[in-house]
């Protein structure tokens, strides 16, 4: 037995010897394949030398990148490799590099310097005039799309940080003088040598927003933080939104492509909130309950007109005890009727139908002073309900709608019901806190259960995890973003807003998008927060200018979208909106990231993957990028820096 034992013994010592070996063996050849690929990317990068290091992929090859999944992907902060440096039109190099042989997408021609895709001047002929629907979004079919990067104008560069902005932007950057001669007596804008000068008048406040929203002030209170979201209808360059911001008041603004060249262009210019968006036949891509305060300023709104349908929106889109402010035709008819080139008589009747039109859909009249009228939406509908009663001809009360639905949804003649109420006092829906303290509380939505699966502990996780991710992205990815380099951002998949509320303190505004087909539709949270944001199927493209964000944020964006439509359209579009040298930060699996970190030299796109917060373990990683400086030319060649 003891012979037995020790040969047993042996064969042990033996197989463990040859398992030791064998595993050596497979460490070896795991280490030289990743050597192997490490000596790849060194030989393409020091043959590729015009190419930034940090657009050669970090590995490229899904072997590569899998030979790091074992260690951390970043041993130095992803910030390091990328040039977040700002630039002016002097910089240009005009030589072309090696890389514009590698360019999988070519230049657009210059025509379309300023492209938007789904308000194409020229394809909106083809839509009828009723109701301005020519206006509306009409995206074009795939075989109109552009597979092509749009360029910036000549001598293109970084807009002035905030808040010169405000009142500058540089002429290169939207070269059209005809607003400075069509609106030159009512103070929008001027030309003064390279750049534009807002002085912040408007057709109605021609002694400047400032003055105009004082005398807001002295008919509803704008200092308290119960007013903390605005929209402006009609909006011109945004000068009311611009100076409410001194407010702590945040608003939409939204104008059409029209003859009036690049309204909203400017307005983003100068680094306030604006998208291009028309009253005609569609709702207003905002759930109910969205705003504080409405506003028109000579906005050319027919409000008395299709059964007052515009109006009706305005109310669906106002929270209860909201203030619709009007100041233009007709208002203060008696003193402008004759600049107006119309009768006193028009004009008395089309107030008439406007006041009617507001006590059909249970608003008082707070005031009328001088040039402005302000209106207010009831509480709740108690009230309202027993008053439709005994009217006659007035617009009834929806049934069985869904009133945050407002994508490619068309509006109402009929009012949208606020939540059930017990007490004439009580707010539908919930009462909402004054601002600041509104961001960090739980909002009405969540509280009240509307949100099925999401209780008040989720919105909080949420709220403290958004909070460490962008301490993350200032510490370690992107510094520019703690400097105040960037001003208008977009988050491309907002959920709760969580991103764009841990940035509440700092000069920038977030663009909060939610998609329209998600399993929830949280877009009234994120407004019961104090915050702005739209729907946004991104299939689409954004209604918005070229070169109008300096900062894409975009969680798991290409995960929800991998099996709707065609990845590369989607980065397409966040190329076109994107500013040069703008920063893109993408979260999502290494796998789909893999796919955009492929794509990504040919959209000239500098980028480094790093790890998620939590370390290197975590599955999902973080895509970091910044749009290179790049211009057109009349010959539709470019330069390049």
């Known amino acids: ?137 009409h995206c074009p079919a795939k075989d109109e799309e552009l597979h092509c990067l749009i360029p910036a104008p000549s001598g293109y560069k970084n807009p002035l940080p905030w808040p010169k902005s405000r009142e500058s ?183 008439h139908a406007i006041e009617s039109l507001a006590r059909s859909l249970c608003w008082k009249k707070v005031a009328e002073r001088g040039n402005l009228a302000v209106w207010q939406k009831p509480w709740n509908h108690i009230d309202c309900i027993r008053f439709k009663k005994r009217m006659l001809n007035a617009p009834h009360i929806c049934v069985n709608e869904d009133a945050d639905a407002a994508w490619y949804k068309n509006m109402e003649t009929c009012i949208t019901p606020l939540p059930d109420a017990t007490d004439r006092k009580e707010v539908a829906g919930g009462p909402l806190a004054k601002w600041p303290h509104r961001l960090r509380l739980i909002p009405p939505r969540i509280s009240n259960g509307t949100l099925p699966g999401v209780t008040e502990s989720t919105f909080l996780d949420d709220t403290r995890t958004w909070g460490e991710r962008v301490e993350y992205y200032k510490g370690s990815l992107a510094p520019p973003l703690a400097s105040g380099r960037y001003r208008n951002i977009i988050d491309m998949n907002a959920n709760f807003g969580g991103f764009a509320a841990a940035l509440a303190k700092d000069k920038v505004w977030v663009m909060n998008v939610v998609p329209p087909h998600g399993k929830l539709n949280t877009l009234g949270v994120i407004y019961e927060r104090g915050l702005i944001g739209t729907y946004q199927d991104w299939c689409e493209a954004f209604s918005t200018y070229p070169r109008t964000y300096d900062f894409i944020h975009a969680d798991r964006i290409f995960s929800m979208y991998q099996d ?3 990845i590369v359209n989607i980065l397409l579009e966040m190329d076109r909106i994107l500013r040069p040298k703008g920063l893109i930060i993408v979260r999502d699996d290494v796998v789909i990231l893999n796919k955009v970190l492929s794509m990504a030299p040919g959209l000239r796109w500098e980028t480094r993957l790093a790890d998620h917060e939590s370390g290197p373990f975590n599955a999902e990683k973080i895509l970091v990028a910044v749009k290179t400086y790049w211009v057109g030319s009349p010959s539709n060649s470019t330069e390049q820096s």
């Open 169 to 351: 932007a540089w002429y290169a950057n939207v070269p059209h003088k005809e607003l400075t001669v069509e609106k030159a007596i009512q103070n929008w804008i001027q030309y003064e040598g390279d750049r534009f000068r807002f002085p912040g008048g408007g057709t109605m406040f021609p002694k400047g927003a400032k003055s105009y929203i004082d005398d807001i002030n002295q008919l509803i209170s704008l200092s308290d933080g119960t007013i903390r979201t605005a929209l402006d209808t009609g909006c011109g360059v945004a000068s009311w939104g611009a100076y409410l911001l001194d407010r702590d008041i945040l608003t939409m603004s939204f104008a059409p492509r029209d003859t009036h060249e690049a309204q909203v262009q400017f307005a983003l210019e100068r680094g306030v909130p604006a998208m291009l968006g028309v009253m005609a036949s569609k709702r207003m891509p905002y759930p109910a309950r969205s705003f504080d305060m409405a506003h028109c300023s000579r906005c050319l709104i027919p409000w008395k007109d299709h059964n007052g349908m515009y109006l009706i929106e305005v109310d669906r889109v106002l929270r209860p005890g909201g203030y619709w402010i009007l100041s233009g035709p007709p208002i203060n008819w008696q003193t402008h009727w004759k600049g107006w080139q119309r009768t006193k008589e028009d004009l008395s009747e089309e107030q």
């Open 564 to 566: 709707r439509c065609d």
């Open 1 to 137: 037995m003891g012979k037995e034992t020790q040969a047993l013994a042996a064969m042990k010592l033996h197989h463990l010897t040859d398992l030791k070996k064998r595993s050596l063996i497979w460490f070896l050849a795991l280490s030289g394949l990743c050597s192997l690929f490490y000596m790849l990317g060194a030989w393409r990068a020091s043959y590729s030398k015009e190419i930034p290091p940090s657009t050669i992929l970090f590995g490229t090859s899904a072997d590569a990148l899998g030979c790091r999944l074992n260690t951390k992907l970043t041993s130095t902060p992803a910030a390091a490799e990328l040039d977040f440096s700002t630039y002016s039109s002097s910089e240009i190099d005009d030589s072309m590099s090696v890389q514009e042989e590698l360019i999988a997408f070519p230049s657009c021609d210059m025509k379309y310097s300023e492209y938007t895709p789904c308000e194409d001047t020229q394809r909106s002929l083809r839509f009828e005039r009723e109701k301005l629907i020519y206006r509306e979004r």
